[in-house]
Nanobody, 121 residues
Framework: QLQLVESGGGLVQPGGSLRLSCAAS????????IGWFRQAPGKEREGVSCISSSGRTTNYADSVKGRFTISRDNAKNTVYLQMNSLKPEDTAVYYCAARKTVLCTYNYDYWGQGTQVTVSS
């Protein structure tokens, strides 16, 4: 069974950092582009970042550029989202998603269950 599992969320103060992980089971991520998305209460889901299957290409939403970094370790079958200088407006449920394609895409086939990130003092 193909599954993505996010972890690493939690409560952090403004200016703090978290690292989210997206681990795959039932398939290898080597040939998959991975995206990170988030959804805050009462808001639509938005794309945060994505990484190509090779890891050579990454994209970021303007709201997180310079603060978030996406990376992948195919040997561990895991993709990471390092989040620094967190702001209250980063509070949301964060999801990872996968599609068997080389480049970042707007459409994904497999989704994780999400991990809550709360930025508050």
């Amino acid at each position: 069974q193909l599954q993505l599992v996010e972890s690493g969320g939690g409560l952090v103060q403004p200016g703090g950092s978290l690292r989210l992980s997206c681990a795959a089971s039932g398939f290898t991520l080597d040939y998959y582009a991975i995206g990170w998305f988030r959804q805050a209460p009462g808001k639509e889901r938005e794309g945060v970042s994505c990484i190509s299957s090779s890891g050579r290409t990454t994209n970021y939403a303007d709201s997180v550029k310079g603060r978030f970094t996406i990376s992948r370790d195919n040997a561990k079958n895991t993709v990471y989202l390092q989040m620094n200088s967190l702001k209250p407006e980063d509070t949301a449920v964060y999801y990872c998603a996968a599609r068997k394609t080389v480049l970042c895409t707007y459409n994904y086939d497999y989704w994780g269950q999400g991990t809550q990130v709360t930025v508050s003092s």
